[in-house]
């Protein structure tokens, strides 16, 4: 590797990731249509104002979603963001330096392992190994979106649990600990042998939908797998429940076969945890149309929205699809109307507090 990294054969991360790596925070809270920025007071950040002044804790992020780090620390916690260089080979390799001491440091990273997913996880895994390596206390990494998790199990044969082998990745290559955001499968904090923190993004969501007032509403799983998601969210909003039975025919390829429950004249609202090519997304609004709902909306945790999922979701019957921040919207679909996003930047800061500060996060649930 040569001394200088200005050689030819290296690249800035600017260079590579402009969308991700130039923008500034200003610039992206203009860009996106946030619905609910979830940002404290003055005198709410007063209360967590100690983290500013303690020297064991810090906080860094990777290229995926700096904005949303770039949040976190600002608008809740009141501290730097940490500083490092990333830089890349020619070739696309990874370099990686933090520029400050982590020595006995409580660190916490935030990346998502969103689109491009390998890229991004590597670039999690060179960080997490750089923290080790500069002796930090302890690193936590800190994951909105969890890529490969919905291969959690064997459900054909001689296919990978890629989820598994992403758990076995981060915890070798040295995360103490970990928080996630709405997994796909619930059981892959089983895949750890370190801590895991779980949170939801249902209280923001919540929150939002509450505003909205919408009449005669029935929250709509749409899939068996998302009952259990569902339910809460139909629990704290007073609604009953719908499912939608799905078949899945190949990767990314599903048939909306029945609509379980009656909701005729009613206001759907499909509770998600991933859109990604949004064809079961559409599908499952033509089922409830279909069957005499009045209005259909939606919300997912996380707004992958690969291949044609845009132009489907604009094309679309929805009346409004609300998402989170846990992955940067892209330029495409900051110019759908149909697509809201709410910020959870607010819940992570809280929960990362809490482990700081080595209090419960349960009260975060609610």
Partial sequence: MPTSLEGPDMKTEAAAVPAIAEISKQEFAQQQPAVHDGRKTASERKKVSRLSEDRRFK???????????????????????????????????????????????????????????????????????????????????VVPYYGYARQDRKDRPRVAISSKLVADLLTTAGANRALFMDLHAAQIQGFFNIPVDHMFASPVMVGYFRKLDLPNLTVVSPDAGGVERARFFATKVGAPLAIVDKRRTDINVTEVMNV????????????????????????????????????VYACASHAVLSGPAIERIAASRLEELVVTNSIPLREEAKRVPKIKVCSVAGLLAATIESIHMETSVSSLFN
């Fill in 59 to 141: 906080i860094f992020s990777g290229s995926a979603n700096r904005p949303l780090a770039q949040e976190i620390c600002d608008d809740h916690l009141g501290v730097p963001l940490g500083e490092t260089k990333i830089q890349r080979f020619a070739d696309g390799e990874i370099y990686f330096q933090l520029l400050e001491n982590v020595r006995g440091v409580d660190v916490f990273v935030v990346q998502p392992t969103c689109w491009p997913v390998d890229q991004n996880l590597v670039e999690l895994l060179i960080m997490i190994d750089a923290l080790k390596r500069a002796s930090a206390g302890r690193i936590t990494v």
């Fill in 260 to 295: 379980i429950g009656d909701v005729r004249g009613r206001t759907c609202l499909i509770i998600d945890d991933i859109v990604d090519t949004a064809g079961t997304l559409v599908k499952t609004v033509d089922a409830l149309l279909d069957q005499g709902a009045s209005k």
